[in-house]
């Protein structure tokens, strides 16, 4: 029974309808990259200055702490919805630096799968059962 249903995957992988499935697919994947990697040059040309990348950084960190926000998105029924945090780490892993042995010891935890600093910030993304940004000050 394996067998066959991999054949049918294969048959289809090397149909000409498969072909392309398979090539919208990577296109499709691949806009997304160029488009993200154009946001983070975007937004490094205009908030690379230290005092610019604070203001805005606790501009997302107030509106994500909100009792509104989240109100909002608990009525909606999901957990708070926090993509600005994950493009802020991208944005650090990007420009920033990874954070020193005892940065990580402050800063850092047992959940912690990356640690970055830029501007005075540091940037931590922790994997457990979900994945979260948490952001500190130096």
């Known amino acids: 029974m394996e067998d066959s249903a991999i ?8 149909s000409e309808e498969g072909q392309k499935s398979t090539q919208e697919y990577f296109d499709k994947i691949f806009k997304r990259e160029e488009m993200e990697i154009s946001q983070l040059l975007r937004f490094h ?17 107030s509106k994500y702490d909100s009792d509104k926000y989240r109100n909002r998105e608990y009525n909606l029924g999901r957990e708070p919805m926090e993509d600005l945090y994950f493009f802020l780490y991208e944005y650090a892993s990007k420009y920033g630096i990874v954070s020193t042995d005892e940065e990580f010891e402050i800063h850092g935890n047992n959940f912690t799968s990356g640690l970055y600093k830029i501007h005075g910030y540091f940037f931590n993304l922790m994997c457990g059962q979900g994945s979260c940004i948490l952001i500190s000050k130096e």
């Open 7 to 14: 054949k049918k995957l294969k048959d289809y992988l090397e």
């Open 45 to 61: 040309e205009k908030y690379n200055d230290k005092n610019k990348f604070s203001k805005i950084v606790e501009k997302i960190i």
